[in-house]
Nanobody, 120 residues
Framework: QVQLVESGGGLVQPGGSLRLSCVVSGSIFSRNTMGWYRQAPEKERELVATIMSGTWTNYAASVKGRFTISRDSAKNTVYLQMNSLKPEDTAVYYC??????????????WGQGTQVTVSS
């Protein structure tokens, strides 16, 4: 069993930055995928970014060039640095963990979510 605890959300003005963190604990596989999804009100859940236990990363087109995902494997922590934030980035952001390099969100472990609001 795996537990995920996110932090770092909040209110920021358009063009601003936030950094999300997620600490994963429990039974962690050496080959895994960690990442972030988000869900805005009345919208579908969408993938934001993922990173494997190496350095391979994947980003949604809407955030590429603005967001950076990284991880500290020694601390079992994944980060999401969000720059040049836009109002459409407003959503609840969820950390996910998958115990393989193939990550199906329906079978992943999820955090409780952290609210990100981009507004002036």
């Amino acid at each position: 069993q795996v537990q995920l605890v996110e932090s770092g959300g909040g209110l920021v003005q358009p063009g601003g930055s936030l950094r999300l963190s997620c600490v994963v604990s429990g039974s962690i596989f050496s080959r895994n995928t960690m990442g972030w999804y988000r869900q805005a009100p009345e919208k579908e859940r969408e993938l934001v970014a993922t990173i494997m236990s190496g350095t391979w990363t994947n980003y949604a087109a809407s955030v590429k060039g603005r967001f950076t995902i990284s991880r500290d494997s020694a601390k079992n922590t994944v980060y999401l640095q969000m720059n040049s934030l836009k109002p459409e980035d407003t959503a609840v952001y969820y950390c996910v963990y998958c115990s393989s390099y193939v990550c199906n969100p329906d079978y992943a472990s999820w955090g409780q979510g952290t609210q990100v609001t981009v507004s002036s």
